[in-house]
Structure formats: C-alpha cells, structure tokens
C-alpha cells in the first residue's frame, strides 16, 4: 500500500480518478468516527509539512455526520447541527499510515485543512540508566527495567519468538 494517495483538480495523471475514488471511500468511512479538524495558512515556503498541527484554539474535534462526496465537493454535518457544511478542494492529500487528509480549498488558495483519526498518544519515560534483567519461568520470559532514581519498574512480558527477535538486535 502507498502512504500518500494525492488527487488534484484537473490532474492530467493516470490514476487522478483512482486517486479520487479511494480519497472518496476513505471519507465516506468517516461516518460516525471522531475526526479532528485543524486549518491552517499554508506558510510562504508552500511546504505543509512545516506546519504546527498540535491543538490551537479554533481547532475542533467532534464526531462527523454523513461524509460524502458529490461532484468533487465534499459534504459532512457536525454532531447538533441541522446544516450541511461542504468544501470544494483543488487538491487532496491522504497520508494512509496517519489517517490525515489534507483538504486545500478552492476558495481559499493560502489554507490546508487537515481532518484525521485523533492519534493515539504514548507516554515517553526515559531512563539514563537502566537496570536490565530477565526473568524466565517455564516458556515464559519477562524483561524487566528498572530506574532507581524515579522508582520506577516495567515488566515487559516476552514471546518466544519476540525473545528470539530481540536476541537478533546485538
């Protein structure tokens, strides 16, 4: 599978229709699904990903309501709300690993809207100086870190054949 699916209004490429078609069932799947919604002014450079996307004051996240796509225009409704709203891009992005579309407007040839999948957020703990071990009992292994100084232990619970790929790593 591609990572990035892209469709531009009059795009001359082979697949600018196929490209369009799997932007508009990705969009339609949205149905029901929590989305957050973040525009932003696309910077001088034109390059997006130069973008802050971390949450700001008018951005949304809300459950969308009837994605669809009639014509090239996209369609959806916010939960409590009678209007349909819509957007009618010039281009597409779809970043299939993250769950993003990129919608860049017709209207407004300065703004990229992003509507994704709210990104699971992991804890990050660092440790300077672990103190490893590994635990064995029957066909059960467990790795064990731990870190003095913020009294902390994890247990990590091993597979075969996880032991076997991280005996593979040195």
């Given at each position: 599978?591609?990572?990035k ?50 949450p ?13 796509i ?75 870190v ?25």
């Amino acid at each position: 599978m591609q990572v990035k699916t892209i469709w531009q209004q009059g795009g001359t490429e082979a697949n600018n229709a196929e490209n369009f078609a799997t932007i508009s069932q990705w969009w339609g799947s949205l149905n029901g699904k929590t989305v957050t919604w973040r525009q932003r002014l696309i910077p001088e450079t034109g390059n997006v990903q130069d973008l802050n996307w971390d949450p700001q004051r008018f951005d949304e996240e809300f459950a969308i309501a009837t994605p669809a796509i009639r014509g090239i225009t996209l369609y959806w409704k916010k939960p409590g709300t009678p209007d349909e709203r819509n957007t009618t891009p010039q281009k597409l992005e779809l970043n299939h690993l993250q769950q993003e579309l990129y919608i860049y407007p017709q209207s407004q040839a300065n703004l990229v809207i992003r509507v994704a999948l709210p990104q699971v957020v992991y804890q990050t703990v660092k440790i300077a100086q672990p103190q490893l071990a590994i635990e064995k009992t029957g066909d059960r292994t467990v790795l064990i870190v731990r870190d003095e100084l913020q009294r902390l232990e994890i247990q990590v619970n091993l597979s075969p054949e996880q032991l076997a790929n991280l005996q593979q790593l040195n």
